[in-house]
């Protein structure tokens, strides 16, 4: 009975193979897909772009271990109990060391959940998210769009205040001032997403401003002129990986501040074991960028909540924005001449 036993277990894994332990870890739906349901975090240290210093993709484990030891540190720094008596702030707030300009500041440090891990993929940890160009760098935008941007920034300076609808998507509670496609670590906070699979459909809920993207499996894009605020996605199976194509982005969706219309986004959500997805994400737009650019995101199981992104809910913020742009004009034009 023992060497039937042995047997067996021996030939299971010559039919396996190398990755039959990950595989036998991927939880499948009943259709035998690889299960990508759950909430899962993609906040990382990693950043995007990498910087112009450093030449290889792979870190060590010794500098990511660091890395991470040294913003755990400035958390527990940052979380320790302000002086009871310490003076008021200087007038016109505290000076930027990195802009030399004076403001009192947003959140402090309690508020913010930007990450603080190496993103690590195929056991390797990466010293940015970018794979392709080797450099690591976004690819230069080509001339027309510098000159699209140019354009942009003069027709709106000195009227960025004037209507609602020139103030960016997500002040305006719209769509998420992160990048929900591809789906990008913001760096900030709420870099969670939720994900709902059935046999036809894939919804990527994002924590970020509660957005849902609807992904279509097996359908055709929408006509060209139909363009959803989230870009229109339809998703295939190839093998266990989960290809998503997203086109039809409205012009007033700009991807990094530059990509829109012509913006062509592919992403492949691939289940390497129980807890980790690896997305690796493809940018193609040949009137912005001088050739496409690929990276990769590791998303890691998650066991907290993702609450309600509440950011319509009394959205005084936008109407105090244009509310003291009007006060300020009416202050100038009390101070012109009359005639």
Known sequence: ?????TVAVVAVGVVLGVTGSAQQAIPRTPDGRPDLQGIWDYATITPLERPATVTDLA?????????????AD????????SDPNRGAPPAGGLVSARTGETGVGGYNNFYIDSGDVVAKIDGVYRTSLIVDPADGRVPAL????RKRSMTRAAERKGREFDHPEFRPVGER???SFGSTSPLLPNYFYNNHVQIVQTSDHVVILTEM???????RLNAEHLPTHVRPWLGDSIGRWEGDTLVVDTTNFPAHHLFRGQSAEHLHVIERFRRVDASTIVLRFTIDDPTTYTRPWTGEVPLRASSEAIYEYACHEGNY???????GERSRDQRDAAKRPQH
């Open 1 to 5: 009975m023992q060497a039937r036993i």
């Open 59 to 71: 870190m060590s484990e010794a500098a990511a271990t660091a890395l991470e030891k040294g913003v």
């Open 74 to 81: 400035r958390i527990e720094r940052l979380a320790r109990p």
């Open 142 to 145: 080509t001339p027309e769009a």
């Open 173 to 175: 509670c719209v769509i």
């Open 209 to 215: 401003v509660h957005d849902a993207r609807m992904v």
């Open 317 to 323: 913020a936008l109407e105090n924005i244009l509310r």
